[in-house]
């Protein structure tokens, strides 16, 4: 597409014939301004090539560690054994061919009095505007005997790539009658409903391979998102095979012992064929270590710009942020770089941010031809992110097999072209 | 308060005009508002409305089947997978500034 020039994005009606003389010695003096952004994934990316599309003149640098990413969205299928994990996994490659700069190191340091970035090789980068955008990093002391060697025997996954193998390779070399757990910690984690997409997706799996197979899944909380929907599911597709154990009936893991795959509650010790522990979880450690979060784990940011509340000029966005109602999810952190992004080009250009209009829409799969969804639109509402509407905000109980099946085919539509607005 | 005349406020406050006299505002102006507002729509239906799956592409659909459409699914007398409860979040100056963009843009 041929995007329109900042003038008319930011002037946008009649008062066009006046503007010009008004604009023009700020438009060129904002020339070239340097926007730093942390983070290569559905934040940082979704911004960097907003920024790029909307003004060729930026001086865009993405800080990413990784040379691939893998996306969150997408990864439960991978589990479930529907594709391969290449097909949910990108480069930088067309990034970089749009005139990012891409540097594949770790950002370790902010310097916000300074303006810069440190990189762990030593390098400093200057910028004008910086987007911090590192999604989350565990607590690993949340549950006792739970840590990254841990996580090696009982992977997370929450952070999709080698711990989304791993955790693939153990449900394929599991005994049919083994036992999965899905350890879901307290809210607020990234992705309300991934632990029971999972579950779904591994039921697929066992259903057709290990049909002796159980999953449970042992839950802090005392409800889900979707909860409904997916307890039609279980019972249409896998009667008998998911069991979902509340907070309230000591359901929350506490300890877990890696060496023997046991993982513990209040009141049950649960003997696992393969455990997946999802533990709790905060802002990405660059964050924190910048004081973003002041303290509380995830940064809190004004809800029209995602400028962080603590430092001016350092924006914050997706899963690291406490976005009022918005949830953790890809949907999320791509419409706020895009509202975070207009935001940018209306401060390099000296004029007010609008508030943008905030959507996120999430698929859950049950199985490859049945998903459902949640739709929900945000507007800024006492200084924070608030539902548009609260009633009928999912797919109905009772839909038909076709209107699953053609929500199924949505989801993979909207993967596939919220990944080319990234990644293509 | 006291009201700045400064170039800092005249586009937002122009911004704002626009928004609300839709109807009356120019053909350029109107594409301008809606590509604001499609920014949330691309995630699906792809960047200019240009989408690939089973998400219908929009891009250089004619105003008129656009607005309707949206409007038909609002009203809830269209069925849709998801856009009827989408649809809910905007106003008619919104989903007209929507149906200008996304028509304005050339199909593939």
Partial sequence: MK?????????SSAASAAAPFLLAPVYAAAKGARVVIIGGGFGGVSLARYLRRHDP????TLIERDA????????????????????????????????????????????????TVTLAGGRTLKFDYLVVCPGIDFIWDSIKGYNEQAAELMPHAWKAGAQTSLLRRQLESMP???????????????????????????AYYLKANKPKSKIIILDASDAFIKQDLFMEAWHRLYPGMIEW?????????????PSTL?????????????????????????????????????????????????HKGIYVLGDATIAGEMPKSGFSANGQAKACGRAILAAIAGSAAVPAKLLNICYSMAEPNYAFSIVDGF????????????????TPIGASDDEHSREAQSARSWYANITAEMFG | MIERKTPRNLPLRFGIIALIAAPGISHAAQVANGEALGDACTSCHGIGGHGTGYIPSIAGVSKVTLLQELKAFRAQSAQATIMNRIARAYTDPELEALAEYFSSRPRQ
């Fill in chain 1, 3 to 11: 995007p329109l020039s900042r003038r008319n994005f930011i002037l």
């Fill in chain 1, 57 to 60: 003149t930026l001086a865009i």
């Fill in chain 1, 68 to 115: 691939q990413y893998t996306t969150c969205p997408f990864s439960n299928g991978v589990l479930g054994g529907l594709y391969p994990i290449s097909q949910i996994s990108f480069t930088y490659a067309k990034v970089k061919a749009a005139g990012i700069d891409v540097v594949n190191e770790e950002a370790v340091n902010i310097d916000p009095a300074a303006k």
């Fill in chain 1, 176 to 202: 049919d009658g083994g036992l999965v757990v899905i350890g879901v910690p307290a809210m607020p984690y990234r992705c309300p409903p991934g632990p029971y997409e999972r579950a779904s997706l591994i």
């Fill in chain 1, 245 to 257: 154990v509340p907070g309230s009936k000591s359901g929350r893991v506490l300890s877990v012992n």
């Fill in chain 1, 262 to 310: 046991t993982v513990s509650t209040g009141f049950d010790d649960y003997k696992a064929a393969v455990a997946n522990i999802i533990p709790a979880q905060r802002a990405g450690a660059i964050a924190v270590r910048a004081g973003l979060d002041e303290g509380t784990g995830y940064c809190a940011i004004d809800p029209v710009t995602f400028e962080s509340r603590v």
């Fill in chain 1, 379 to 394: 507007a800024v509402k006492d200084d924070s992110l608030h539902l548009t509407f609260e009633d009928n905000r999912t």
